[in-house]
């Protein structure tokens, strides 16, 4: 699943080339995503200067003077820089021509979004999709402070606690039991119980693996957004837990344990990650 990392990126080289730019064309090929791509899209936006290109938790923003859009990659999606004359695969469902430039929307399972912000409605942070997101976690805001204050008296463990979503957003399944084991924290320990020091410690292994996924999708950047290889080829993270179970812990070579907690895997080293 395309995590924030790799939003991040596809946000950065898309913004390279769309931004500043004409939007020619916007067509859509298959309105059936999670919700339909509305009907008056391609008219809304044709002839129209791309502004922006923003990212918010794990939505594309591609901003306009009067609005906009909101692209979500869903579970295997992904939008890609693809040669004018090459044909449509199956599953590209939409695209953006501006002069030679042209992108593809790929998305087997259709869980994705394309959807319109009317910035009349005011700024797009209050869609509904965007409002109750958590702290982005490079913001200079989001520290130790902010995470022990939005787990506070919570009973519910701080792996679930951070997947979701609502204290710090881009904390997807592989990234919290990096950080958490980066932390040395059990990731069964209850959210509440994580004290201001340890929340601090926790703040910063956050940053630290994702600012390393970041630097690993930077060398992948060109394939990921020319796209010769196939979407949905996401960055292989070099993981110290995640998918490790029973492979020696990398600091003290205790076996890697598997768990479950609401229904998804968590790993994690039972000697540095003690409770
Ligand atoms: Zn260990």
């Given at each position: 699943?395309?995590e924030?990392?790799?939003v ?15 939007l020619?064309?916007f067509?859509v ?13 391609p ?6 200067v791309?502004?922006a ?8 923003l ?5 609005g906009v859009?909101?692209?979500h ?23 953006w021509v ?7 929307y790929h ?7 394309i ?11 209050q869609?509904?999709?965007l409002?109750?997101?958590?702290m ?16 506070k ?7 679930q ?6 204290a710090v ?8 039991s ?7 924290i ?26 390393q ?9 060109r ?5 010769t ?8 993270l070099h ?6 179970a ?13 768990i ?5 895997a ?5 000697v540095?990650?003690?409770?």
């Amino acid at each position: 699943m395309p995590e924030l990392p790799e939003v991040e990126t596809t946000r950065r080289g898309i913004a390279t080339v769309m931004a500043g730019r004409r939007l020619d064309q916007f067509i859509v090929h298959e309105n059936r995503l999670r919700w339909p791509v509305p009907a008056e899209l391609p008219h809304t936006l044709q002839g129209r200067v791309v502004q922006a290109c923003e990212r918010r938790g794990k939505y594309l923003l591609i901003r306009f003077a009067h609005g906009v859009q909101i692209v979500h990659l869903g579970m295997s999606g992904s939008l890609r820089r693809v040669p004018m004359n090459e044909p449509r695969r199956k599953h590209d469902h939409a695209e953006w021509v501006l002069g030679d430039a042209r992108f593809l929307y790929h998305d087997p399972r259709r869980f994705g979004a394309i959807l319109w912000h009317d910035l009349n409605l005011g700024p797009v942070e209050q869609h509904p999709l965007l409002a109750r997101l958590g702290m982005e976690p490079f913001d200079t805001a989001f520290d130790g402070k902010h995470l022990h204050r939005c787990f506070k008296d919570r009973a519910v463990s701080i792996k679930q606690a951070l997947l979701a979503g609502d204290a710090v957003v881009g904390v997807g399944n592989i990234y919290a039991s990096e950080a958490l084991f980066k932390a040395r924290i059990n990731p069964q320990t209850p959210a509440g119980k994580i004290s201001a020091a340890r929340c601090n410690t926790l703040a910063t292994a956050i940053r630290k693996t994702l600012s390393q996924a970041l630097e690993a999708g930077g060398s992948t950047l060109r394939d990921y957004v020319n796209s010769t290889g196939e979407p949905g080829a996401y960055f292989t993270l070099h993981a110290a837990m995640y998918e490790r179970a029973g492979k020696p812990c990398p600091r003290c070579e205790t076996p890697v344990k598997r768990i479950v907690q609401g229904q998804r895997a968590t790993y994690f080293c039972p000697v540095c990650q003690r409770r």
